[in-house]
């Protein structure tokens, strides 16, 4: 049996340490090491990640720039109270994020008349001729409100909110009339 030369396993064991370093975990790599602005370190980090998770890091990121230049919409706030630290978190994160924000958009999309019984659809269907007309007599109840000393009956706006709310008053009750 042949002897390992020790100097061969000194050089062995150096080169796989540094090779060791190269191999880096990205999803370990803290977000507070990376430019999330520059599209070239997010691209370098998607590349390292699993097919599955590049995209859902690439939407952290431009949620993550969008929220903190822009200021817009309320994306970075963690389900426990803490922000996303590495890129595993901010993976875990979106991924969270975006199946809440699937649930609420489900959960305030207006129903589906096809999936209503005939009772259902017709209720559905007046209420919302109801709230065009409500709409309309809001909007006449703010120009009364904001024209104090009079004259608006014969704007031209105030003239098409009458005929808009005699429209809407006539399809009402036309609606009515076919109530099953």
């Given at each position: 049996?042949?002897?390992?030369?020790?100097?061969?396993?000194?050089?062995?064991?150096?080169a796989?340490?540094?090779?060791?370093?190269?191999?880096?975990?990205p999803?370990?790599?803290?977000?507070?090491e990376?430019?999330?602005?520059?599209?070239?370190?997010?691209?370098?980090?998607?590349?390292?990640?699993a097919?599955?998770?590049?995209?859902?890091?690439?939407?952290?990121?431009?949620?993550?720039?969008?929220?903190?230049?822009?200021?817009?919409?309320?994306?970075?706030?963690?389900?426990?109270?803490?922000?996303?630290?590495?890129?595993a978190?901010?993976?875990?994160?979106?991924?969270?994020?975006?199946?809440?924000?699937?649930e609420?958009r489900?959960?305030?999309?207006?129903?589906?008349?096809?999936?209503?019984?005939?009772?259902?659809?017709?209720?559905?269907?007046?209420?919302?001729?109801?709230?065009?007309y409500?709409?309309?007599?809001?909007?006449r109840?703010?120009?009364?409100?904001?024209?104090?000393?009079?004259?608006?009956?014969?704007?031209?706006?105030?003239?098409?909110?009458?005929?808009d709310?005699?429209?809407?008053?006539?399809?009402?009750n036309?609606?009515?009339?076919?109530?099953?």
């Amino acid at each position: 049996m042949k002897r390992s030369n020790p100097l061969s396993l000194a050089i062995a064991f150096a080169a796989f340490a540094t090779l060791g370093g190269c191999f880096e975990d990205p999803y370990a790599k803290p977000l507070s090491e990376l430019d999330l602005g520059n599209a070239d370190v997010v691209a370098d980090i998607a590349s390292s990640l699993a097919p599955e998770d590049a995209g859902v890091f690439k939407t952290y990121a431009l949620r993550h720039i969008a929220q903190t230049k822009y200021a817009c919409g309320n994306f970075e706030r963690h389900l426990h109270g803490k922000q996303p630290q590495t890129v595993a978190e901010a993976v875990d994160f979106t991924r969270q994020w975006e199946k809440e924000d699937a649930e609420r958009r489900a959960y305030f999309a207006p129903p589906d008349p096809s999936k209503m019984t005939p009772d259902q659809r017709f209720e559905y269907e007046l209420e919302q001729l109801r709230i065009v007309y409500r709409r309309l007599d809001d909007r006449r109840a703010d120009i009364m409100m904001l024209n104090e000393e009079g004259g608006y009956e014969n704007t031209a706006e105030w003239k098409q909110i009458a005929i808009d709310m005699e429209a809407a008053t006539a399809r009402i009750n036309e609606k009515l009339a076919q109530r099953p």
